[in-house]
T-cell receptor
Framework: AQSVTQLDSHVSVSEGTPVLLRCNYS??????LFWYVQHPNKGLQLLLK??????LVKGINGFEAEFKKSETSFHLTKPSAHMSDAAEYFC????????????FGSGTRLSIRP | DTAVSQTPKYLVTQMGNDKSIKCEQN?????MYWYKQDSKKFLKIMFS???????INETVPNRFSPKSPDKAHLNLHINSLELGDSAVYFC?????????????FGSGTRLTVV
């Protein structure tokens, strides 16, 4: 079985400062991990994914995430926040088998202060 | 050229009614999904079809019945609507149901039952 925990329900940063959104996962086998972004009243957009290749994954809009097996973490970072980054972010885990369910984290709302 | 399109975008209806939400993808993907997002932004998978065959059927009331006439379409029919069915329903697709593939989401259908 797998699960995912997003440690912060809300993160607020100033424009131009770094962003860190935390995600911890639990999985019996090597999981696939994803980050999605949802802007207000919009659908979900894939930011990046980890599928057992490089542990540092680069995504769209300057975001990246690092898979750390020893810490069971997959935190999302960005060096410099932009106002357009304000949105809801979801960490997602999927297990090993093809029938594994996709589990969404509870989401982290990112606010950007001018 | 919308990749995953859902209709309607908004749906307001009375308790006890029957309603359908339609979803179509033009990406040539084999697998389609329905997710429910509640008022706290929590996303939960409901159903998944791979090439018209049901592969994931979560514990949802049998008032919810998915139908996939072909691999490009996955519709959701809901009978005897209840207040608790109010949510945003997202359709998604992926290339196949293998572990590493991310999803492309529709923009959601906001269902309000009054």
């Amino acid at each position: 079985a797998q699960s995912v925990t997003q440690l912060d329900s809300h993160v607020s940063v100033s424009e131009g400062t770094p962003v860190l959104l935390r995600c911890n996962y639990s999985s019996s086998y090597s999981p696939s991990l994803f980050w999605y972004v949802q802007h207000p009243n919009k659908g979900l957009q894939l930011l990046l994914k980890y599928t057992s290749a490089a542990t540092l994954v680069k995504g769209i809009n300057g975001f990246e995430a690092e898979f750390k097996k020893s810490e069971t973490s997959f935190h999302l970072t960005k060096p410099s926040a932009h106002m357009s980054d304000a949105a809801e972010y979801f960490c997602v885990v999927r297990g090993y088998s093809s029938a594994s369910k996709i589990i969404f984290g509870s989401g982290t709302r990112l606010s950007i202060r001018p | 050229d919308t990749a995953v399109s859902q209709t309607p975008k908004y749906l307001v209806t009375q308790m006890g009614n029957d309603k359908s939400i339609k979803c179509e993808q033009n990406l040539g993907h084999d697998t389609m999904y329905w997710y429910k997002q509640d008022s706290k932004k929590f996303l939960k998978i409901m159903f998944s079809y791979n090439n018209k065959e049901l592969i994931i059927n979560e514990t949802v009331p049998n008032r919810f019945s998915p139908k996939s006439p072909d691999k490009a379409h996955l519709n959701l029919h809901i009978n005897s609507l209840e207040l608790g069915d109010s949510a945003v329903y997202f359709c998604a697709s992926s290339q196949d149901h293998e572990q590493g593939n991310g999803y492309t989401f529709g923009s959601g259908t906001r269902l309000t039952v009054v």
